[in-house]
């Protein structure tokens, strides 16, 4: 398999701060990749860290097949930050033209480009406007096109959705999937999970500065099977965390995280052995958001 991001232990301290504790992660060429975690865990510098932005303390990481911060790994890789500010004197048609010129587009193929960009992005009838009259939504999705001018194998998208309208919202997350159809990574980090489980291919969970969890989302979560039985012994629910993990209990309800759908039979046949009355078997997949608490934790706070 073919890498667009490698990354060893990359961490980043800054003073007696510990920003990044370890960052290990590999990202699949043309796959779109979500990096989820809660305000203050470390993804922003993470990013930074990877786009050669800001100089890892210490570990090692490759972009594209080049190393972390090197002009090669920079040269094909698109970038779409948080917090940016354009030059608002700037039309929109300017400013594509602009950062064209930066990536040493020839006039023709600029012009093109700018024109095929501002289609997919529809801003087509306000490309001529100054970017003082655009809305936060125009002005981000402006933003992306800027982000894809040179035509990237990899593209970061730091919330890319962010103050976007519902359709906004569509048309961003249509044309990350067309990204990835045409075979270029997209690096996705964003707090709005429906559109994370709407495009990722797979996503990891930053903690404190360190991931604590990877998991695919094409094949869908691990199930959640909620048991109903005449009663639940400590025997049971302790022999059930053999399966997945035991989410809570009642006298006789038990609520597990399987490891696999397929050992639902199986988890049948163990409680049927040890006599257990099994009075229901309901297994459901759980949402994003449902797994993004689970792995977060009780103690994590709002940021």
């Known amino acids: 398999m073919s890498w667009a991001i490698e990354a060893a232990g990359l961490r980043k301290v800054f003073g007696e701060k510990v920003a990044v504790a370890d960052l290990s992660l590999r990202v699949a060429a043309g796959e779109v990749f979500g990096f989820l975690g809660p305000n203050g865990a470390g993804k922003t510098t993470a990013m930074k860290m990877l786009l050669g932005l800001v100089r890892p303390t210490s570990g090692r990481g490759r972009v594209l097949g080049h190393p972390v911060g090197s002009r090669e790994s920079r040269r094909w890789v698109g970038f779409l930050p948080e917090h940016f500010r354009f030059h608002d004197w700037m039309t929109g048609r300017e400013l594509l033209d602009f950062h064209g010129r930066l990536h040493g587009l020839a006039a023709a193929a600029r012009a093109e480009r700018i024109a095929d ?172 958001e449902t797994l993004f608490l689970e792995t977060m934790g009780p103690d994590e706070r709002a940021g």
């Open 117 to 288: 960009l501002l289609a997919e992005v529809d801003l087509t009838d306000a490309a001529d406007r100054p970017l003082q009259t655009y809305s936060k939504g125009m002005q981000q999705r402006l933003g992306l096109a800027q982000a894809l001018i040179h035509r990237p194998r990899l593209v970061f998208l730091d919330e890319p959705t962010s103050g976007l309208d519902p359709l906004g919202r569509i048309l961003v997350r249509d044309l990350a999937l067309r990204l990835r159809d045409e075979g270029v990574t997209v690096f996705f980090n964003s707090h709005i999970l429906g559109d994370v489980e709407a495009i990722c291919d797979r996503v990891a969970f930053l903690k404190r500065g360190r991931i604590v969890h990877e998991t695919s989302l094409r094949d869908g979560f691990a199930p959640e099977l909620h048991l109903t039985l005449d009663a639940v012994s400590a025997e049971i629910a302790s022999g059930l965390g053999a399966f997945g993990k035991v989410l809570r209990t009642t006298e006789r309800e038990i609520w597990l995280r399987l490891a696999a759908e397929a050992d639902v039979p199986q988890v049948v046949r163990w409680l049927v052995e040890r006599d257990a009355a099994v009075r229901g078997v309901q297994a459901q997949r759980p949402s994003l």
